[in-house]
Nanobody, 119 residues
Framework: QVQLVPSGGGLVQPGGSLRLSCAAS????????MNWYRQAPGKQRELVAS???????NYADSVKGRFTISRDNARNTVYLQMSSLKPEDTAIYYC?????????????WGQGTQVTVSS
């Protein structure tokens, strides 16, 4: 089974930066699109950023210009560089990926990692 393991969450002051990572592990798989979602208390889960297998990116309007999604295909890892953080960025962040494993293709979800932006 493919697993997505996030890291890099934590507490940061407004205006600060964090970088989230999410590494896929397992056997016999290839990764297509990779995405970051977040969910704040009492709110719907929202798509924050996505990156295609070819490196094309998309961002939610709320993070555009502040967040950067990237990927390292050799390491099966997606990153989310978060800068100029705001309290409203506080949420649990989730990575996911569209993955084919031995010709079976589906979306896998990682565990959430807490990001708290507070002074």
């Amino acid at each position: 089974q493919v697993q997505l393991v996030p890291s890099g969450g934590g507490l940061v002051q407004p205006g600060g930066s964090l970088r989230l990572s999410c590494a896929a592990s397992g056997t016999g798989f290839s990764i297509y699109a990779m995405n970051w979602y977040r969910q704040a208390p009492g709110k719907q889960r929202e798509l924050v950023a996505s990156i295609s297998s070819g490196g094309s990116t998309n961002y939610a309007d709320s993070v555009k210009g502040r967040f950067t999604i990237s990927r390292d295909n050799a390491r099966n890892t997606v990153y989310l560089q978060m800068s100029s953080l705001k309290p409203e960025d506080t949420a649990i962040y989730y990575c996911n990926a569209d993955i084919a494993r031995w010709n079976e293709r589906r979306v896998y979800w990682g565990q959430g990692t807490q990001v708290t932006v507070s002074s």
